[in-house]
Each structure stands twice: as structure tokens, then as C-alpha cells.
């Protein structure tokens, strides 16, 4: 078993991390990057919880542990399917544009565009956050217990005090240049960055927690919560509007479908385009089986990279609000589209020729204007849980605040961080994801359930960004191309590519390979680094049994429950 967190292990400190991240249970499940987000979703669960009921709760206490990844001042897709009714939506709480955005927002004076840093870290790159609104909603409509109580948790742990993990250590190290004034004062005290082992007390976002048990989630977009947000988005010269928070609008989605070797994927619909692009990706690898190759073979490494440059080429091009946009969702999928996109695909070397192709040949529609854009944006972070109650329904959330800390700005005296998603929207504008009023950027939240004969048997999702999607169709081939048990599955070693000649990798894949890679006109970095987080739990229905892993690259934590842990 490798560990990717980029330390050496000991045999005993191997053993504890697995068990920790992996479970067993009959009645229920929860899967979540933070042992302390897991324990609560867990405890909601055996005190009659639903699977919403426990992803709201995993949600707030997040918040906590992970508050540079995720958070309320950010976004987030939650999928839910309904047992009952054999149903599955999305609660899309993504990011809304406020009034005052324009195409030109991220240009400078000279017409040029603003550096990546520059940009992201300021007023103007914060969105509307949208994850309350979402959790809102799915508890109006499947919650069993009181908003109040599925808070308290979350606000016992901020009051209480966490112990920084290495995960947050290394964000602190890793993303300083991103915090603003106020979060640089408080998670460097005195200066010097909170390490491994600290305890970290979060009086202010205990408040904030408070009001919103004390007065609902309607507290977040009126009231003291918004002043609060506007007022500090004024000083770092940001344009939000009390009437932008107001007038936040959710919607509920039905998610985009596909097929891959028998099983039917249920995933994310846009504004984000990792649902469509994890199953373009996936029936442009049909055309080929990968099940006849070894899983750490040149041939698998080089089929799943064309077909990734092939997918994100079109992803770039074609991928849009379709609020505002025509998007050619059908042609993408077409079969006759997918034939012609894996002809691309030669086995002899990279194909330096790979672009974007024209799916509305096979969509009736208006072709959008592609506009190219700069390459200069870092790497996104972002969190990911999923949970089964005892009836069968399954939550599934992949929610951020975009980059590490996201715009660095944290709201005075309410002790949370505000996302930087306005970046996701184009900074040349004219294409398909420019920046417009009440729109949502492109995203790559990618939360997946598989279905085999019309029932779930797998819920998984990564953060990561763009490498959410490699992230995602990776592990679904390792556990069907590759027949690995769900474990094995998510730290099989990845990599990922979007339209260049550049991988990404993780430590572990074969080197005999990569070198065939490379004389095949591929690059690869020069180290290996994490690609995602997967969470993920299977459903083994002829056995009764649920399979849950979290992946090492963060401290996750796999709970199972069964019947007799129940209360009564």
C-alpha cells in the first residue's frame, strides 16, 4: 500500500492509516477527507440522521478542519439520491457573478491581463457563495433533524479547539502569499505559522455558527452575516451588493448520464463541466478496453492521456452557464462524435495535432466563439464527502472555496475565508465563460454515483480543480477495467493531463513506462506530486455489505455502521 502524503511511514503508522481509512457496514456509511468531519457525520447517522442530514453537519465541521479548502463564504454541488424514489438531483450551490462583474474585469488599464496571484487575491474575485443555500435546500426537502443540531457539532469543535493536522501545516507553508490581513493574523500568531499538533480555537466562526443556528441559513444572505461580507469586500475593492447576496439564486439539476462497459454514470451537470468530461473521457476509452492492458502499463498511461488532452480540449472550448449559453451537451456524447475523436488516438506517439473538434455537427445549435486563454492559473484545491444512511440514500458533496484559503479574505470578526471563484470565468474575454452578472463560471466538481441494473453501487468525488475529473474516471477504471477493490482503486498512482504535452504524476507509476511515454513526445514533471482526494464508498449488495476509503493524501476517515449501533 503506498501512501502518497509524501512521508515515510512506519509498518505500525501504515497499519493505523489504513484502518482508519477504510470500513466496513451494513446500515450506513460516511467518507470524508478529516476524521473529526467523519466522527460527526457518523454520530448523526446512528442517531437516525439521513444521509443530508449528515452531509450538512460533515459540511459545517469542515469548515473547522478544513478551511482552506472548504467553507460557507464558498461553493459547492450536492448530489443526493432518493432511495424511495429512485431519484437522483443536484443541489447547485455554485458561485453567482455579482451585479457589478463585467467581461473586462480581470484586464488591466493597458488591456492586459491581470496576473494570476494579483487577481485571485483580490475583492473582485469573490463570488456569491452558494454551499449554505445548497445544504438549505436538500434539508428543506430530505432533512429529518433541526438545522440547529446538525450546527452544534461544528460549533462545539471551533469552540473547543481543533489540532492543526499536516494537511493544514503544509497549506500554511505552501499558500502564505495568499492570506490577506486578517486570516495571516490568525493563523500566524505571533508571526509564525501554526504546526502539526497546535491547538487552533475558532471563537469567531463559533459566533457566525450561532447566528445561523439561531436564525437560519436566510441569516448568511441578509443581516449581520452580509453586512459583515459586503463591508469587507468593500475594503479589498470587491463590488458585492447586500441586493447580490439577497437575490442569490440556487438551482436543482438533474445530472448528466452516461454509460461506461454495462454500468450507467449519474454526475455532475454544468456549469460544471466535469461530469459531461469524465464521460466523454470514459466512452472515448470504451472504443479501446482497457481491461486487456496491465494497470501500470505504457499502453493504459498512454490511451487515458490522449483521451483526457482529447476531453479538455473540447472542455475549454465548449463548456459555459447554460443559463446563458447553448452548450452542445448531446454532440459531445454522440456516438458518432466519440468514433471520430478516438481516431486521434494512434499509439505511436503524442498527437501534436489534438484541439478542440466540432460537436454541434451532431447537436442542432448555435456554435459558440472560442477564445483562447492564459495558462497561468495555479493549482485549486477543494474537499470531498459522501454518505449512506440506513435507508439507502446517498449525499455526495464536493464543495470549496476555490484555491488554497481562496481569495485570502477572511470576513472580520466571523472568522471564515470568502472563495476567489471569479476566477474560474474567463480572463480573455469573448468566449462562452466570460465574466457576466448573476453567471456562474465553469467548474470541474465532478460528484459521481454508478449504477449496475439500475441500482447504485459506487459514490465517489475528488477535489483537485481540473485533475477532479482524472481523479474521478481513474478510479472508475481501476475498480472495473482493472478489477481492484475500492481501496486499491483509489491510490492506485495517477496521473494527469489537460490539452499539452505536460503529465502530472504520483509517485509509484511504473518508470519503464513513463520513459515509454516520453519517447513517445509526452513531458513529465520533474516530481512527482498528489493528484486529488478521493472519497468513495461501494455498495456490495450481494454480500449486504458497504465498502467505504478515503485516500491517504489528506488524514481522511472511512465509518460504517451497522444495525445494532443504531439507535432505537
Known amino acids: 500500500m503506498g501512501y502518497r502524503r509524501g512521508k515515510s511511514l512506519s509498518k505500525d503508522m501504515e497499519k493505523q492509516s489504513y484502518e482508519r481509512e477504510t470500513a466496513v457496514g451494513t446500515t450506513g456509511m460516511v467518507v470524508s477527507p478529516h476524521s473529526d468531519a467523519t466522527d460527526i457525520g457518523e454520530k448523526i447517522l446512528k442517531e437516525g440522521g439521513n444521509a443530508v442530514d449528515a452531509a450538512a453537519a460533515i459540511q459545517f465541521a469542515l469548515n473547522v478542519v478544513e478551511p482552506m479548502m472548504t467553507g460557507i463564504g464558498g461553493s459547492g454541488f450536492l448530489m443526493v439520491y432518493d432511495n424511495e424514489k429512485k431519484d437522483v438531483k443536484i443541489y447547485d450551490g455554485h458561485t453567482r457573478a455579482p451585479k457589478g462583474v463585467h467581461p473586462k474585469m480581470f484586464l488591466d488599464d493597458n488591456g492586459e491581463i491581470i496576473d494570476f496571484r494579483k487577481r485571485s487575491t483580490h475583492g473582485t474575485a469573490v463570488g456569491i457563495p452558494g454551499i449554505l443555500k445548497a445544504m438549505d435546500t436538500a434539508l428543506n426537502d430530505y432533512g429529518s433533524k433541526p438545522l440547529a443540531d446538525l450546527i452544534q457539532p461544528a460549533i462545539e469543535a471551533a469552540e473547543s479547539g481543533i489540532k492543526v493536522n499536516w494537511v493544514l501545516e503544509e497549506a500554511l507553508q505552501n499558500f502564505h502569499y495568499r492570506l490577506g490581513d486578517e486570516a495571516k493574523a490568525f493563523y500566524y500568531p505571533e508571526g509564525k505559522s501554526l504546526k502539526e499538533g497546535d491547538k487552533l480555537v475558532k471563537e469567531d466562526l463559533a459566533k457566525t455558527f450561532r447566528i445561523l443556528q439561531k436564525k437560519g441559513i436566510s441569516a448568511f444572505y441578509e443581516g449581520e452575516i452580509a453586512k459583515a461580507i459586503v463591508s469587507n469586500l468593500k475594503e479589498e475593492g470587491g463590488f458585492m451588493t447586500l441586493e447580490d447576496l439577497k437575490n442569490y439564486r440556487l438551482t436543482i439539476d438533474e445530472p448528466i448520464w452516461g454509460e461506461y462497459k454495462g454500468y450507467k454514470i449519474a454526475s455532475s451537470a454544468p456549469p460544471s463541466a466535469g461530469g459531461l468530461t469524465v464521460i466523454q473521457i470514459l466512452k472515448i476509452l470504451e472504443k479501446f478496453d482497457l481491461s486487456q492492458y496491465d494497470a501500470r502499463s505504457w499502453e493504459k498511461y498512454y490511451l487515458i492521456t490522449e483521451a483526457m488532452r482529447l476531453a479538455f480540449a473540447d472542455k475549454i472550448a465548449y463548456s459555459g452557464d447554460p443559463e446563458f449559453s447553448s452548450l452542445p451537451i448531446e454532440g459531445l456524447l454522440h456516438d458518432d462524435y466519440i468514433a471520430e475523436r478516438a481516431k486521434a488516438i494512434n499509439f505511436e506517439r503524442r498527437n501534436d495535432a489534438i484541439d478542440f473538434g466540432n460537436p454541434w455537427k451532431y447537436q442542432d445549435g448555435k456554435p459558440n466563439q472560442v477564445i483562447r486563454q492564459p495558462?497561468?492559473?495555479?493549482?485549486?484545491?477543494?474537499?470531498?464527502?459522501?454518505?449512506?444512511?440506513?435507508?439507502?440514500?446517498?449525499?455526495?458533496?464536493?464543495?470549496?472555496?476555490?484555491?488554497?484559503?481562496?481569495?485570502?479574505?477572511?470576513?472580520?470578526?466571523?472568522?471564515?475565508?470568502?472563495?476567489?471563484?471569479?476566477?474560474?470565468?474567463?480572463?480573455?474575454?469573448?468566449?462562452?465563460?466570460?465574466?457576466?452578472?448573476?453567471?456562474?463560471?465553469?467548474?470541474?466538481k465532478s460528484p459521481t454515483f454508478l449504477f449496475k441494473d439500475d441500482k447504485p453501487v459506487l459514490t465517489l468525488g475528488s477535489p483537485g480543480g481540473p485533475t477532479i475529473i482524472g481523479s474521478v474516471f481513474q478510479t472508475i477504471v481501476n475498480l472495473i477495467d482493472h478489477e481492484?477493490?475500492?481501496?486499491?482503486?483509489?491510490?492506485?498512482?495517477?496521473?494527469?493531463?489537460?490539452?499539452?504535452?505536460?503529465?502530472?504524476?504520483?509517485?509509484?507509476?511504473?518508470?519503464?513506462?513513463?520513459?515509454?511515454?516520453?519517447?513517445?513526445?509526452?513531458?513529465?514533471?520533474?516530481?512527482?506530486?498528489?493528484?486529488?482526494?478521493?472519497q468513495a464508498i461501494q455498495i456490495d449488495r450481494e454480500n449486504g455489505r458497504l465498502y467505504g476509503a478515503a485516500d491517504s493524501s489528506r488524514e481522511g476517515k472511512a465509518a460504517g455502521i451497522k444495525e445494532d449501533q443504531l439507535k432505537s
Open 375 to 444: 495558462g497561468d492559473a495555479e493549482k485549486s484545491e477543494t474537499t470531498h464527502f459522501t454518505v449512506i444512511d440506513q435507508w439507502g440514500n446517498i449525499a455526495a458533496c464536493t464543495s470549496t472555496v476555490e484555491h488554497p484559503f481562496g481569495s485570502g479574505i477572511m470576513v472580520k470578526g466571523y472568522g471564515f475565508m470568502l472563495n476567489n471563484e471569479l476566477t474560474d470565468f474567463d480572463a480573455n474575454p469573448g468566449g462562452i465563460n466570460e465574466p457576466q452578472p448573476d453567471k456562474r463560471p465553469v467548474s470541474c
Open 484 to 534: 481492484m477493490n475500492l481501496k486499491e482503486a483509489i491510490e492506485e498512482p495517477r496521473i494527469f493531463a489537460s490539452t499539452g504535452p505536460l503529465i502530472e504524476w504520483e509517485s509509484g507509476i511504473d518508470m519503464e513506462a513513463k520513459g515509454e511515454m516520453e519517447s513517445m513526445g509526452f513531458e513529465f514533471g520533474d516530481e512527482p506530486s498528489r493528484i486529488g482526494n478521493v
